[in-house]
């Protein structure tokens, strides 16, 4: 991989387990407040003693259309041919959505 793949997949890979970390399984996702979501995590034991990973830190439906995004770049295509990808990419995005948020605007687009 040259450097450019290499910051790419670290980049597509922090997103993800910064996601995780920040939605919380959907409790910390709607929290406005800054100190009860850092109470929280020194409760857990800080965040050097938390394993994003699952089942308790699933990624948000933020992600999962991020990375529906990144597939479809993926592809090559260009112009409305893209266009249609990023579309079926995040109509069958949407079937990954058990258990997770999706505002209206996700759900209705």
Same mark, same amino acid.
């Given at each position: 991989m040259d450097c450019t793949a290499d910051h790419y997949t670290a980049g597509m890979l922090l997103s993800g387990a910064g996601d995780a970390l920040g939605y919380r399984n959907q409790l910390w996702e709607y929290n406005q407040s800054g100190p009860a979501i850092h109470q929280e995590l020194q409760e857990l034991g800080g965040l050097k003693n938390i394993y994003v990973e699952l089942p308790h830190w699933p990624v948000s439906d933020d992600t999962v259309l991020h990375l529906a995004t990144a597939e479809?770049? +993926?592809?090559?295509? @260009?112009?409305?041919?893209?266009?249609? *990808?990023? +579309?079926?990419?995040? @109509?069958?995005?949407?079937?990954?959505? *058990?258990?997770?948020?999706?505002?209206?605007s996700s759900i209705l687009g």
């Open positions: 479809a770049l +993926a592809t090559g295509k @260009v112009g409305e041919e893209l266009l249609h *990808e990023v +579309a079926f990419r995040y @109509v069958e995005g949407m079937n990954d959505m *058990e258990g997770r948020k999706p505002g209206p």
